[in-house]
T-cell receptor
């Protein structure tokens, strides 16, 4: 069975602080994909990144970076120099056959 | 590219009534997915289509739920004899078959069953 755990229900930081959102996944399959999506207050899920299980390279996109470690089954997401517009719920998801979603982490960035 | 659209955006109904939601995917996407999301939870997979064929349906999906995609374009999700537990956000997403579930989501339909 597959499972995604986002242990942090809510994180609150002050603008310009760095923040890391944790994601731990479980699967026995060797081929899978990992995703992060952002859900702002408007409600629409926005795709951020996809990673396949054979690519453990970390990725950086502007202020966003992702750390994929198969040894710990983790796919953590870091926002550097956070901004108020980053406030949203962030979901980590695992795909073997269909997307299995974590419960999400609500990120609050205070001005 | 107009993105995925869903109608209505909000629906309030009384318990026992039937409701139908519509999803229009991105035009070149042949895959279409339905999810349900309750407050504080991630989306829960309901079903998906490739073109007009319904290829998978969640075992958790009640027989009161049915989805169609008759011409391989838009899709409808119908809930019969609604119950208060059906209150949720219903999300639609689409993707190409060549992209491993890089799904693009619509704004959702929020259902409230009184």
């Amino acid at each position: 069975a597959q499972k995604v755990t986002q242990a942090q229900t809510e994180i609150s930081v002050v603008e310009k602080e760095d923040v890391t959102l944790d994601c731990v996944y479980e699967t026995r399959d060797t081929t899978y994909y990992l995703f992060w999506y952002k859900q702002p207050p408007s409600g629409e899920l926005v795709f951020l990144i996809r990673r396949n299980s054979f690519d453990e390279q970390n990725e950086i996109s502007g202020r966003y970076s992702w750390n994929f470690q198969k040894s710990t089954s983790s796919f953590n997401f870091t926002i550097t120099a956070s901004q108020v517009v980053d406030s949203a719920v962030y979901f980590c998801a695992l795909k073997v056959y269909q997307l299995i979603w974590g419960a999400g982490t609500k990120l609050i960035i205070k001005p | 590219d107009t993105g995925v659209s869903q109608n209505p955006r909000h629906k309030i109904t009384k318990r026992g009534q039937n409701v139908t939601f519509r999803c229009d995917p991105i035009s070149e996407h042949n895959r279409l997915y339905w999810y349900r999301q309750t407050l504080g939870q991630g989306p829960e997979f309901l079903t998906y289509f490739q073109n007009e064929a319904q290829l998978e349906k969640s075992r958790l999906l009640s027989d009161r739920f049915s989805a169609e995609r008759p011409k391989g374009s838009f899709s409808t999700l119908e809930i019969q004899r609604t119950e208060q537990g059906d209150s949720a956000m219903y999300l639609c997403a689409s993707s190409t078959s060549g992209s491993p579930n890089e799904q693009f989501f619509g704004p959702g339909t929020r259902l409230t069953v009184l």
